[in-house]
């Protein structure tokens, strides 16, 4: 079974920087496209990066220039760095396979005070 273990969140003032990481278990980490989904109060859950097995990326438009995904398949870890963050980045972030998700891990709380 897949599990999906998020951590690094954490309260954090606008323009300032996170890294988030989320251990994978249970499934071959090295053929999978994996990406970080955010849900924000109130809002659907959302993809915000991705990145295939062969570390091409893909950024919504939101956070596009900011945050950057990578992946590191000996570790069978995927990361988020967030940098020059604002306020309307405040939920939860979660990992999880790109097609075929998984059952969702506990995600890791990100909250940007302005």
């Known amino acids: 079974q897949v599990q999906l273990v998020e951590s690094g969140g954490g309260l954090v003032q606008a323009g300032g920087s996170l890294r988030l990481s989320c251990a994978a278990s249970?499934?071959?980490?090295?053929?999978?496209?994996l990406g970080w989904y955010r849900q924000a109060p109130g809002k659907q859950r959302e993809l915000v990066a991705d990145i295939t097995r062969g570390g091409r990326t893909n950024y919504a438009d939101s956070v596009k220039g900011r945050f950057t995904i990578s992946r590191d398949n000996a570790r069978n870890t995927v990361y988020l760095q967030m940098n020059s963050l604002k306020p309307e980045d405040t939920g939860v972030y979660y990992c999880n396979l790109v097609i075929g998700l998984a059952s969702w891990g506990q995600g890791t709380q990100v909250t940007v005070s302005s």
């Open positions: 249970g499934l071959i980490f090295s053929i999978n496209a």
